[in-house]
């Protein structure tokens, strides 16, 4: 490069708070299908979980085993509260995403079908010749 031209450093605008909020705003304007059925049993949840979260408490004496079998009791077992949150969390395709998988799938499906199909047929004549001839 020559001395009296110097190369001028370019720097990005970092994205705000703000812009991120922005876009955050906008895409939840437009729900994707996914998001329409999970919110309508998220709706169907929070009517349940009132009465699933509520403690239901046996009347047993003040024992040893009382106070053991006495011990805080859920309708929704832990395991099942779990799994849901974890399907909150997960980043479902869009609908081009999923018909592209889909497609990718059905034709590795087809193709490896066909070639033990093949196989299949080969062994079949080769061992029905050698079988049969003896």
């Keep these: 490069m020559a001395e009296g ?55 047993l004496p003040n024992t040893r085993l009382g106070n053991w079998l006495n011990k805080r009791r859920t309708f929704i077992p832990q395991i099942l509260r779990n799994a849901w949150n974890e399907l909150r969390q997960v980043t479902w395709p869009n609908r081009s995403e999923t018909i592209k998988l889909t497609v990718s799938v059905l034709l590795f499906a087809l193709f490896f079908g066909s070639l033990i199909a093949g196989v299949d047929y080969v062994l079949d004549n080769v061992f029905r010749r050698v079988i049969l001839n003896l």
Excluded: M
């Design 5 to 59: 031209k110097k190369k001028r450093r370019v720097i990005k605008k970092s994205e705000t708070i703000r812009d991120k909020t922005n876009k955050r705003v906008e895409d939840q304007k437009k729900p994707r299908q996914i998001k329409k059925v999970t919110h309508k049993v998220g709706q169907a949840k929070k009517k349940t979980s009132a009465k699933a979260k509520k403690e239901y408490y046996l009347p």
